[in-house]
């Protein structure tokens, strides 16, 4: 299949699928559910375009299935391009050379060189230079990679942004951490049975409840074990909380300082207290899972916010497979209440993760903490977070702005971390 082949068969999957979701009661229901709970007001035909694409490509329906999966199960029309979108991605991308078609370019979050094919014209792309970085959403069919959108173009000198956005992609989807990059693959999988065994190891359990404001400190103590093999007593570092109830906490949804400021101060900077688990997934690694204990207290008695609980751990790719399936054994009511909460009908564990967590079923997804302890990119980004408040606080000697900068970027401050200072 050519290249101007595929660019007119996504074309016209895409508008298929939009047609689909209007048609489609089930979906044209849903769609309108989606814009009430997020509070997503459309006064525009652009605005209206965006929110349906995201929604298409990005969303799970209430009842956990992804859009995409659901069209795919009810519409067979050019499956493998179906199978393309949902596994498409956003990462950023550094631009190496301008081809006349095409980038060659770099993805950040797994250092793989890439050439990347836009869906509209180079002359449409006239701004995007060498050396920028490119914010963009990419679909791989037939060994091809294809630019579905760009939502940004990032200059050569803001290397914190294009870093920052790339890390939050790669944490919203870890997947992206080793694309096209199989060394990176075994790296992550060697890591994952590193941490299953210190974990077993100091905790003698599959997960450890703490609160937020103790959850930072009781991964340093996990991570010090794993570094060093010295065991302490880490019962000062378990905490309960009074009054169990679920509350909406998304560490992505900020802007770049605000992220990179929950990234390095962890969890306990967040406002309100709740409870956090370490919780040890064999094929996966350590996940980090607010409200664990809301989420188990929810079948056995009444919690505040417990039907938006319970959707989110069923929708949320954040959530492996093994939390539910424990879940799922441990209380007696399990299906009663996910089928309250989600409005379904689900009667076994094998029907409901195949509907909920099919991105775990189809391929190897690993844990956020496993990636970003494997991260060179995170480790960059940290470096230069740290060189900044060592250089910004007050009593301490100021960079000047012609000087180089301290991140080690090679560039003026001015240019750099001072950009915007």
Partial sequence: MSVVDSLNIISKTIES???FVASDKVLSDDFQQYLEINGIEINSEKEFNNVIIQYVLDMKMQNGLRVLEYYRRNN???DEVIDALLNSFCSVFKVNKVLSNAFDVTCL??????????MVKMSHLKQIGKFDYIQARILELNRVQYILEIYDVISEFDVYKATTTAIKYMLQNPKTAYFKNDEKREQLEKSVLEFQEKFDECFSSQFVITTNKKVDMLIEFFN??????KKEDYSPLIEKIDKYKYIKVDEFNCDDDTFMQNAVGGFASHKETYDVALWMDKKRGLYIVPFLQTFFNCFTEEIEGKKECIREFLTSDKIPPSVIKYACEKYEKFFDVINDALNTKFD???????NT?????DSGVFSPVVVLFNSELFSVVL??????EEY??????????????????????????????
Avoid: H, M
């Fill in 383 to 388: 470096g230069i977070e740290e060189r900044k």
């Fill in 17 to 19: 699928i939009l047609d």
């Fill in 76 to 78: 067979k029309t050019y």
């Fill in 357 to 361: 967590k099919a991105a775990y079923i």
């Fill in 224 to 229: 010090n074990y794993r570094l060093t093999g």
């Fill in 392 to 421: 910004t606080n007050e009593g301490v000697k100021q960079v000047g702005r012609n000087d180089l900068c301290p991140c080690g970027s090679g560039l003026k401050y001015k240019k750099c971390c001072g950009k915007n200072l």
């Fill in 109 to 118: 979050t797994s250092n793989a060189d890439l050439t990347i094919i836009p």
């Fill in 348 to 354: 076994n564990l094998e029907e409901l993760l195949f």
